[in-house]
């Protein structure tokens, strides 16, 4: 009796389990569904049921990864037939709110992108910028990059200077100096991963100055450069100017051009002296001889008057000044910098002539390079 | 980059080399273009004052650097200079190697294997490289010529005194400045270049 009634259970569930399936497909044939595909089978289509009366929102990442260089972008979506543009960007989710009172379809197309990285700098732009709004950009697209060639790191003091590019590592070239402040590549063509390095150098500034006259050899330059500086001293009226040393660096002498090695920012002022004796020479001599011939004149004249002390006393002046005194060597100082400057040089010479000092590196001291 | 320091520390250490990878360094390789990579590597470091790029070393022993030039260069150097020691690799990034010398004197030795173990037995001088191509700084060699321009107008000034051309005052006041210039100098060429300037100009 027990097996019976067991039986009996078994068999009733069975049986509404078949019926329950029957319904559920029934109520599934009879609902509305969304079909989404792909263009060209970017990724697998699939089906989904839409319940009348309830809102529908599509989801779809904006990107999605190719293989290691290279991801697809989405660009557009058709709604059963009509096409629309999709606001193009990077990252998160597409979304998209389907109508639930029939089936629709929704075709997604993509495009390919590409990465184009850049080193060396960041002061740089894309031209045109990445439909993206990032590094990346679609197949087929031909992508210059604009880049500004110095970036000043020390204001006045330090600078960065671009001096070069390369496309992938293996293509090189340099940037040359045409007085413009920025430099574009030529269009790249984006049909797969590039990077483009630039080449820096770092400038300093060299800042001769000076109380009178006018400086010559302030600028930028890079480190290892031998600059020749110098000073156009002038004078005031009869007064002239004479540079006495120059100040605030090692400076070297090449004959009579004194020289700064450029090894960081550097400032250099020139120690002006003033030279009195064009004023001697063109006023108080005059006066002086004036003075002796008028007071003969009066003498002459007046020949019971005492003149002799007065006499001795200005041709003493006269003589004094028309002959100084000169033991010693006044430009002694000078002399011997400049010998110091000609040894210097002469051992740089004997470096080079031993082979100690390569082609390369005897240039940056001559200042040619 | 590497720092001076270490550059300096390649220059002043002799390495010892097997005959086998010696050979490198002697005429009879002259041809070779291992011998050719080993020498532009040198004159490229010492230009750039640290490690150098494939391209450029394919650039410079070829005339090129496209791939199939650098394919070459690398294999060249991984088969020889690598596995004898005579170059370092260094990966500065995954697309960035460069390779720099691991010393510029060389001392050729023999070794050999008897009862009492193995041992080594140099054989003929210290082989270094061209002097020209150590990565010397510009700054080392300013400072020599300048310690030869200083040490010259000192013994000028002292000749020039005794000789009466300038007076006690003058002679002083010059003395003590290029004194102190030349004591600077020293200063700089015995903390910051110790060793090398005997290695430099001394066995020039």
Not at chain 1, 116 to 134: A, C, I, M, R
Not at chain 1, 315 to 332: A, Q, S, T
């Amino acid at each position: 009796m027990k097996l019976l009634i067991i039986f009996g259970l078994v068999l009733s569930s069975l049986i509404f389990a078949l019926n329950y399936d029957d319904i559920a497909y029934a109520q599934f044939s009879n609902q509305n569904t969304l079909k989404v595909s792909f263009e060209n089978n970017l990724l697998p289509s699939y089906e989904m049921p839409l319940v009348s009366g309830q809102t529908f929102t599509l989801t779809q990442n904006h990107s999605w990864v190719q293989d290691e260089t290279s991801r697809y972008n989405l660009a557009s979506y058709t709604l059963d037939g009509e096409t629309v543009k999709i606001s193009r960007t990077a990252r998160g989710d597409f979304t998209l709110t389907i109508p639930t009172d029939s089936s629709h379809s929704v075709v997604f197309t993509a495009v390919p992108q590409y990465a184009l990285s850049v080193e060396g700098t960041n002061d740089f732009s894309y031209l045109p910028s990445s439909p993206t709004n990032d590094n990346w950009f679609d197949l087929g697209t031909e992508v210059s990059i604009n880049v500004q060639k110095t970036t000043e790191i020390e204001a006045n003091k330090v600078r960065q200077e671009i001096t070069g590019w390369s496309l992938d590592k293996s293509e090189f070239w340099n940037i040359d100096d045409d007085g413009s402040t920025s430099f574009t590549t030529p269009p790249i063509m984006m049909n797969e991963y590039h990077l483009v390095d630039f080449f820096t150098s770092y400038q300093y500034k060299l800042n001769v100055i000076s109380d009178s006259g006018e400086t010559s050899g302030s600028g930028w330059y890079e480190q290892g450069i031998t600059v020749p500086i110098g000073l156009d001293a002038g004078g005031d009226g009869l007064v002239l100017n004479s540079l006495s040393e120059w100040e605030g660096a090692d400076v070297t002498y090449d004959g009579n051009v004194a020289q700064v090695f450029i090894d960081g920012p550097v400032t250099v002022s020139a120690k002006v002296e003033k030279n009195y004796s064009l004023v001697v020479g063109m006023i108080i001599i005059p006066i002086l001889i004036i003075g002796v011939v008028g007071y003969r004149k009066f003498k002459n004249r007046s020949p019971q008057v005492e003149e002799k002390p007065v006499e001795r006393i200005v041709e003493k002046v006269i003589e004094r000044v028309e002959e100084p005194e000169k033991k010693y060597d006044d430009g002694y100082d000078k002399k011997l910098s400049e010998y110091l400057s000609e040894q210097i040089k002469s051992k740089l010479d004997e470096m080079y002539s031993e082979k100690i000092i390569s082609d390369s590196k005897f240039l940056k001291f001559s200042g040619i390079d | 980059m590497l720092s001076e320091e270490d550059l300096i520390a390649r220059i002043m250490k002799v390495k010892s080399l097997k005959e086998n990878c010696f050979k490198y360094l002697e005429e009879i390789s002259k041809e070779l273009l291992t011998q050719k990579i080993l020498f532009a590597i040198a004159e490229l470091t010492a230009e750039k004052m640290g490690p150098v790029k494939l391209s450029e070393i394919a650039e410079k022993t070829t005339g090129a650097h496209d791939k199939s030039k650098q394919d070459l260069v690398r294999l060249t150097i991984e088969k020889s200079l690598l596995k004898c020691g005579l170059a370092e690799k260094l990966k500065y990034a995954s697309n960035d190697v460069r390779y720099i010398l691991t010393a510029y004197r060389f001392q050729k030795i023999k070794e050999i294997d008897s009862f009492r173990g193995e041992s080594s037995q140099p054989i003929g001088d210290v082989f270094e490289l061209p002097k020209n191509t150590w990565p010397i700084s510009d700054e080392f060699y300013l400072l020599l010529a300048k310690k030869h321009g200083y040490e010259q107008s000192l013994k000028k000034l002292h000749s020039d005194f005794d000789s009466d051309v300038i007076p006690r005052g003058k002679y002083e006041t010059l003395n003590s400045d290029y004194k102190k210039s030349l004591d600077q100098i020293n200063e700089k060429l015995d903390s910051k270049y110790s060793g090398l300037e005997a290695l430099v100009v001394s066995e020039s």
